[in-house]
T-cell receptor, first 114, second 114 residues
C-alpha cells in the first residue's frame, strides 16, 4: 500500500527528554511537512522540505529540529527546549514543488510529555 | 508570509440546514485548497482552486474562489451527520522566499444535530 506512515501513534515522554517522531512516505513525493495541532488552533507549520537535504522553518520552528537525508523520510525531533510539547503532530507530503498540489497526511502522533 | 483567516470557528446546525465557512486573506493568493478532518482523524484533501472567480462542485459541496483571489468559501447544502468534522482552507506559496510553504487557516468545526 502506498501512503505516508507516522509512528508511533501515541508517545509518552518525561519532561526534559528529546523525542523523535518518525514520518515515512512511499509516494515518491518531493515535498514533506510537519504540523502541530492544538485544540482550537488549527494546523501550525513547524518545518517543511521541498527536496532532499534541504528544509525551511515554518511558523513555529523553535524547539524543533528536522532532517531530510532521504526522499522518503522526514523525522521530527522535539527537543527539551520546546516549552509546551504536548500536542498532536501531523506529517504530510505532496508530489509537486511550490506546494501547488494536494497534500497527503499521515495518521498523526499524539505526544504527551509528563 | 501570507496568512489566511477562517471564520466561523464553530458552527452548529440541524441536519438538513446549510453550512458555509469562509477563508480570507489580506493579500492575493496563488491558490486555495480545502481539507476535511473527521473527529480523531487526519486532514483529507477536498479540492484546489486556482483561477479568479472559480466555482467547483462536489455533490452537496460548492467551493468558490473570489474574483480578487483574496477569499474563498465552502458551502454545504442540506448537511448530513456524515459532514461532521473540521474544515480547513490552506494556501501554498508559489514563489518568493517562502516558496512551497503550505499554511492552513484555523479551521471551522462543524457539528450536525440529527
Amino acid at each position: 500500500d502506498g501512503g505516508i506512515t507516522q509512528s508511533p501513534k501515541y508517545l509518552f515522554r518525561k519532561e526534559g527528554q528529546n523525542v523523535t517522531l518518525s514520518c515515512e512516505q512511499n509516494l515518491n513525493h518531493d515535498a514533506m511537512y510537519w504540523y502541530r495541532q492544538d485544540p482550537g488552533q488549527g494546523l501550525r507549520l513547524i518545518y517543511y522540505s521541498q527536496i532532499v537535504n534541504d528544509f525551511q522553518k515554518g511558523d513555529i520552528a523553535e524547539g524543533y529540529s528536522v532532517s531530510r537525508e532521504k526522499k522518503e523520510s522526514f523525522p521530527l525531533t522535539v527537543t527539551s527546549a520546546q516549552k509546551n510539547p504536548t500536542a498532536f503532530y501531523l506529517c504530510a507530503s505532496s508530489p509537486g514543488t511550490g506546494g501547488n498540489t494536494e497534500a497527503f497526511f499521515g495518521q498523526g502522533t499524539r505526544l504527551t510529555v509528563v | 508570509g501570507q496568512q489566511v483567516m477562517q471564520i466561523p470557528q464553530y458552527q452548529h446546525v440541524q441536519e438538513g440546514e446549510d453550512f458555509t465557512t469562509y477563508c480570507n486573506s489580506s493579500t492575493t493568493l496563488s491558490n486555495i485548497q480545502w481539507y476535511k478532518q473527521r473527529p480523531g482523524g487526519h486532514p483529507v484533501f477536498l479540492i484546489q482552486l486556482v483561477k479568479s472567480g472559480e466555482v467547483k462542485k462536489q455533490k452537496r459541496l460548492t467551493f468558490q474562489f473570489g474574483e480578487a483571489k483574496k477569499n474563498s468559501s465552502l458551502h454545504i447544502t442540506a448537511t448530513q451527520t456524515t459532514d461532521v468534522g473540521t474544515y480547513f482552507c490552506a494556501q501554498a506559496n508559489a514563489g518568493g522566499t517562502s516558496y512551497g510553504k503550505l499554511t492552513f487557516g484555523q479551521g471551522t468545526i462543524l457539528t450536525v444535530h440529527p
